[in-house]
């Protein structure tokens, strides 16, 4: 099982760009988390999807900020346009949801730098 | 609303000692709680999962303990090792369809 799958793994970019990250969750797993993850802040829930469909975008930052997940094998979370503030390690992570008993796996994240 | 502490944040010990970390949380009706580890620059990894049901798990080296009354968690880390550094992280589960609620960790070094 290769987990959960994140791209890039670094990104720097301007403010004022258009950032995309990606996730591919495990396999057979029915649930997706983006998190963020600052100093400051520790680490923030942004949204969460169940059998593709997001549950609670309520961490979701502001506009800028959106999460698609067309199958169950992908994800996408993307900031238009960046920030500087936006800075911050990016994470991915599947479950599978089944009797309460699920694990969270995270991929290895996103470090991203918006200058 | 579900919020999550983790004291200290930092805490550095000698290779060998038995050592604590605590977590505590304020609503009590908790579904589950995790503990993860993570290393520099990595994602999280699973460590134990502790049911509402159950008081206690143990993976080797590790247990951890949960209290709902007094709404807390211990992870228990026998004979430390420098291996064991990392940070390790909290989270509450407040219902089988609600996320994961994270404390912000508490930075363990082990000094041999």
């Known amino acids: 099982d290769a987990g959960v799958i994140q791209s890039p793994r670094h990104e720097v970019t301007e403010m004022g760009q258009e950032v995309t990250l990606r996730c591919k969750p495990i396999?057979?797993?029915?649930?997706l988390f983006w998190y963020r993850q600052t100093m400051m802040r520790g680490l923030e829930l942004l949204i969460y999807?169940?059998?593709?469909?997001?549950?609670?975008d309520s961490g979701m930052p502001e506009d800028r900020f959106s999460a698609k997940m067309p199958n169950a094998s992908f994800s996408t979370l993307k900031i238009q346009p960046s920030e500087p503030r936006d800075s911050a390690v990016y994470f991915c992570?599947?479950?599978?949801?089944?009797?309460?008993?699920?694990?969270?796996?995270f991929g290895p994240g996103t470090r991203l730098l918006v200058l | 609303k579900q919020e999550v502490t983790q004291i200290p944040a930092a805490l550095s010990v000698p290779e060998g000692e038995n050592l604590v970390l605590n977590c505590s949380f304020t609503?009590?009706?908790?579904?589950?709680l995790q503990w993860f580890r993570q290393d520099p620059g990595k994602g999280l990894t699973s460590l134990l999962l502790?049911?509402?049901?159950?008081r206690e798990q143990t993976s080797g080296r590790l247990n951890a303990s949960l209290d709902k009354s007094s709404g807390r968690s211990t992870l228990y880390i026998a004979a430390s090792q420098p291996g064991d550094s990392a940070t390790y992280l909290c989270?509450?589960?407040?219902?089988?369809?609600?996320?994961?609620?994270f404390g912000k960790g508490t930075r363990l070094s082990v000094i041999a």
């Open positions: 502790i049911q509402s049901s159950q």
């Open positions: 609503d009590s009706a908790i579904y589950n």
């Open positions: 999807f169940n059998n593709n469909v997001p549950i609670d």
């Open positions: 396999s057979g797993h029915n649930s």
């Open positions: 989270a509450a589960k407040n219902s089988g369809n609600t996320p994961l609620v």
């Open positions: 992570a599947s479950s599978l949801v089944q009797g309460g008993s699920e694990t969270q796996y």
